[in-house]
């Protein structure tokens, strides 16, 4: 499947929207648990950001051709939400797990970047297989907040300090164009609506 009736700029280019996941419960006092697998799942808030975005996405259930999130419950469970509304049924990709904000500080001395680092070039490669496997098609990715605004915007070719100023609520979506792996064009990047379309 491919996009309805799409433009001269979307014809064969693979669209992506990426997801964050839902508000998560908090577990206070539990060091870094919102990086350890499975992680925590959905708060009663994050169930129905889930079931937001899954309406909002439904417009788009014919044309959408993959949908995949990270192994983590909070992603998990959001994309399972999704997968009610459009009948496609979330690949699980550990690699997009979620990894720690410390990367985008790179101070390199420190053990914490480097394991952060590896989990990002982990979901650079991932995302990169994904967009081989899925050319010219219409995808869904739920995953991290840190995860998808590195994605995209290392790909725009933007520091890991240009990067740490976006940040990346629940459920929101950032829709993006490739041609290949090659970032073609952003439609949206953190918005609570889904964008589609432009040169």
Not at 103 to 127: D, G, Q, T, V
Not at 142 to 164: D, E, M
Request: a positive charge; glycine letters at 6%.
């Amino acid at each position: 499947m491919v996009l309805k009736n799409p433009n001269k700029y979307e014809s064969g280019k693979t669209t992506v929207l990426f997801i964050r996941h839902g508000d998560r419960i908090k577990m206070d006092g539990k060091k870094e648990v919102g990086i350890r697998i499975p992680g925590p799942s959905l708060s009663t808030l994050g169930k129905k950001q889930a079931k937001d975005i899954a309406k909002k996405i439904f417009r788009f259930k014919e044309q959408i051709d993959n949908l995949y999130c990270s192994n983590m419950a909070r992603a998990i469970e959001t994309a399972e939400e999704i997968s009610k509304t459009i009948n496609r049924k979330p690949k699980i990709i550990p690699e997009l797990s979620e990894f720690n904000k410390c990367i985008w500080e790179k101070k390199i001395f420190k053990l914490k970047f480097w394991r952060a680092f590896k989990r990002y070039i982990s979901s650079f490669k991932a995302l990169d297989n994904i967009l081989k496997e899925n050319k010219g098609k219409f995808i869904v990715i739920v995953a991290h907040g840190n995860v998808i605004k590195g994605l995209i915007l290392k790909k725009l070719g933007l520091s890991f300090k240009q990067i740490s100023y976006f940040h990346h609520t629940n459920c929101a979506i950032s829709s993006a164009r490739f041609s290949g792996t090659k970032l073609d064009h952003i439609n949206c990047f953190n918005s609570k609506d889904i964008v589609l379309g432009g040169e």
